[in-house]
């Protein structure tokens, strides 16, 4: 569990100011940017065996890491990828929490 936030985390502190909320269900991720609507950005929740990473877009998407099928909520779409490594915080998810960052942040 620790090692999955540690690899979201480094990546999250190259998007920009971060603000880390430890809650009852697990860790959010917020931006401190401090923009109007910014909120919890990153979610991981521990479960039995995986870290459950969600995160919002702006449509939804289509991987065989998508857990379940994509939430809309407003103009957001939340999207569930469950980690089990650190080395599954590759490319891709780098990328779809980056996209995150510049759309949400």
Not at 23 to 52: D, H, T
Not at 71 to 97: M, P, Q, S, T
Request: hydrophobic residues 45%; without cysteine.
């Amino acid at each position: 569990e620790r090692p999955v936030f540690e690899a979201v985390l480094a990546h999250a502190q190259t998007l920009g100011p971060v603000h880390v909320e430890p809650v009852s269900v697990g860790i959010f991720i917020k931006s401190a940017s401090g923009r109007p609507g910014a909120g919890s950005l990153f979610e991981l929740r521990p479960l039995a065996r995986w870290s459950a990473l969600s995160f919002p877009l702006d449509q939804p998407r289509r991987d065989s890491r998508i857990a379940r099928k994509p939430i809309r909520a407003g103009a957001r779409w939340f999207h569930f990828v469950n980690l089990r490594r650190a080395e599954e915080v590759d490319e891709e998810v780098r990328n779809w929490l980056t996209t995150s960052w510049s759309l949400f942040g």
